[in-house]
């Protein structure tokens, strides 16, 4: 297999429009504020924007191409990409290879969705025809059960305890009180998170990623665009996506990181022990470990270990999630497949603030996405370089 790579292919100006727990406002008002943000950061006129791409659940009946006219944009190049938790990655390998190729000079990246009330119940009876036919029907309204099987699986398999969850989600929730647009701004203590109610036998609240509305973005250009433009940005080293991996797996245990991770680390030029920090997809804890070993962090079925080794704060071992993630920023819909992105342009742009990874070079970002009812079917993860 031959590809071409990314070279002279860059990331700009993370945005994040500030969530928040409940909205009247629709969707379409966040990922307005989101390219708003977006020009305002970037000093680029409108008329610059001649790609989009855009991922939201809540944003029926209307596609990316219905939202060419509320934005008032007439791009050249459009996608739209609903893939949930995997959006941010798909989002920017679709808009690197447009810039590629010409169709595009510039791409802005939009994620966000509305929450009210009821939206994540209407959400979960039309969210795919294996939801309507084989879970939500029978009582299992959602993904909590479904990761709770997998969870439980993971456990007896390879010996992973509550403690060890337990400690990705309290290193979580000590950067997120150094993220201002996180939604969790206590403190969480190990005993707090062990003793949490139960919500879906062997997870509890503290597994689970609110609900929340908000939006996230960036913008795709090249190099040379960027430095022209004085705008701060981060190289793209090299990317992967897979669809439907080990479909004959009767439960979840691996991802299509697995299949396509050698792959990642050859477009880059460095492996897995080079990166500085690493923004996992983290709906539940345990696909972070699962990203973990995926990814060639540690073997299969030593993420356990891993994580009893490292602290995972921004300014420890490991630095993960940076932001919080979502289980203590919040899941703003799709936003949350793109929340790990911004939160790693951040980083290797100088401008995490007091969260920064010290002399960072090299992280990852890994996305995982689209539920069906006993797995996720959208996997990819980037490497991105500081300039």
Not at 54 to 71: E, I, K, N, Y
Not at 281 to 297: A, K, R, W
Not at 335 to 352: D, K
Request: proline letters at 4%; a negative charge.
């Amino acid at each position: 297999m031959s590809r071409r790579d990314y070279h002279g292919i860059v990331v700009t100006t993370p945005v994040t429009v500030p969530y928040v727990r409940y909205s009247t406002h629709g969707p379409h008002r966040f990922l307005a504020q989101a390219l708003d943000s977006l020009l305002q950061g970037s000093g680029l006129a409108k008329e610059a924007i001649d790609g989009l791409t855009v991922s939201s659940f809540s944003l029926a009946p209307d596609t990316a191409v219905g939202m060419t006219q509320h934005l008032g944009v007439s791009p050249r190049w459009l996608d739209h990409i609903p893939m949930g938790g995997a959006s941010g990655v798909v989002a920017l390998r679709r808009a690197a290879r447009a810039v590629q190729s010409g169709d595009a000079d510039v791409v802005a990246c939009l994620a966000g969705d509305t929450n009210r009330v009821d939206s994540f119940r209407l959400m979960l009876g039309s969210f795919s025809q294996f939801a309507q036919d084989a879970t939500y029907p029978y009582g299992s309204g959602g993904p909590n059960a479904m990761f709770a099987f997998i969870t439980a699986h993971y456990m007896r398999e390879f010996g992973a305890t509550r403690e060890d969850f337990g400690k990705l989600c309290v290193a979580q929730r000590a950067n997120a009180l150094r993220f201002p647009h996180a939604m969790f701004r206590k403190p969480l203590t190990l005993d707090e998170y062990l003793g949490a109610r139960v919500i879906a036998d062997p997870i509890h609240l503290f597994d689970c990623v609110m609900p929340c509305a908000g939006a996230d973005a960036f913008l795709v250009m090249t190099e040379d665009r960027a430095r022209a433009a004085g705008i701060p940005y981060a190289r793209v080293l090299g990317a992967i996506e897979r669809h439907n991996a080990f479909a004959d797996d009767p439960i979840m245990f691996r991802g299509g990181w697995l299949l396509d991770r050698d792959d990642l680390y050859a477009q880059t030029g460095v492996g897995p022990d080079a990166m500085d920090f690493v923004q996992t997809y983290d709906d539940y804890p345990v696909i972070v470990m699962i990203q973990l070993e995926d990814l060639g962090f540690c073997e299969k079925g030593e993420a356990a270990a891993f994580v009893r080794r490292h602290t995972f704060t921004h300014d420890g071992s490991f630095p993960s999630n940076t932001s919080g993630g979502q289980l203590s920023a919040g899941q703003a819909g799709a936003s949350g497949g793109f929340l790990g992105m911004v939160e790693a342009i951040r980083q290797l742009t100088g401008a995490a603030g007091e969260r920064a990874v010290t002399d960072a070079r090299f992280g990852l970002v890994s996305g995982f996405g689209m539920v069906t009812y006993d797995r996720c079917l959208c996997t990819g993860a980037v490497v991105l370089g500081a300039a």
